[in-house]
Nanobody
Framework: QVQLVESGGGLVQPGGSLRLSCAAS????????TGWYRQVPGKQRELVAA???????NYADSVKGRFTISRDNAKNTVYLQMNRLKPEDTAVYYC??????????????WGQGTQVTVSS
């Protein structure tokens, strides 16, 4: 069994910063692409940032230059550093990872989500 557990969300003022973490645990053989998504009520979940196992990154246009995705392969953890936050960044943030288990099964996994609220 594999779990993704997010942390680091909360309430922050506009212009502030937060760092989200997503730790994977369980019967993991390898972690491939990982990403952060966000969702607001009534809208589809959207990709915020993604990073491959080799470290290549991709960002949504709305967060380029403000957010940075990174990963620590030794800790099976992916991070999202969010700077210069705006009210429109308010959403539930989810991490996603393509994980090969020790049973040799490759599947996408999702975390439970963490709320980020940007408000004065």
């Amino acid at each position: 069994q594999v779990q993704l557990v997010e942390s680091g969300g909360g309430l922050v003022q506009p212009g502030g910063s937060l760092r989200l973490s997503c730790a994977a645990s369980g019967s993991i053989s390898s972690i491939y692409a990982t990403g952060w998504y966000r969702q607001v009520p009534g809208k589809q979940r959207e990709l915020v940032a993604a990073i491959t196992s080799g470290g290549s990154t991709n960002y949504a246009d709305s967060v380029k230059g403000r957010f940075t995705i990174s990963r620590d392969n030794a800790k099976n953890t992916v991070y999202l550093q969010m700077n210069r936050l705006k009210p429109e960044d308010t959403a539930v943030y989810y991490c996603n990872a393509d994980i090969l288990t020790t049973a040799n099964i490759l599947s996408p996994y999702w975390g439970q989500g963490t709320q980020v609220t940007v408000s004065s």
